[in-house]
């Protein structure tokens, strides 16, 4: 399983509304420049996290994307999952009558194992948690007066 370029930019474009969420309505220029995300890409990605009811997407002269969902309870599981669906590792896992094997293939057990632990991980990390380290690292790197 790999992520798409997709999910990649939803959690980019998600992560920089967290680290800035004080500021409401954030420009898709502004966005993209900053996530390096092409700006016409951004705009798909955001209208499948608006469908998601992720962020609100404003129109107009002053408008840009908003979080909806607070980051402390957005999940890198329920970014990727609302842009590349469920996280499945292997078509046995995802079609279980695709499989001829399944009553005796070990390896089912393994790729269901690994789904597990891979959907445990994304969720159980949180939007608020990767713009906090998103900004102490910048602060890091940043060169000092």
Known sequence: MRLTRAGEYAIRCLLYLSMHRDRGIIGRKEI????????????????????????????????????????????????????????????????????????????????????TQLRETLAGTTLARLAEEEAQGCAKRSPGP
């Not at 995300?37 to 609100?56: N, S, T």
């Not at 469920?86 to 995802?94: K, S, T």
């Not at 009558?97 to 293939?105: A, F, T």
């Open 32 to 115: 993209a420049e900053a996530m390096d995300i092409p700006a016409q890409f951004l705009g798909k990605v955001a209208q499948q996290l608006a469908r998601a009811g992720i962020i609100a997407i404003r129109q107009g002269a002053q408008g840009g994307y908003e979080l909806v969902t607070r980051p402390e309870e957005l999940t890198l599981l329920s970014v990727v999952e609302a842009i590349d669906g469920e996280i499945f590792l292997n078509d046995c896992i995802h079609r279980p009558e695709s499989c001829d094997r399944q009553c005796i293939c070990s390896v089912h057990l393994v790729w269901e194992k690994a789904r």
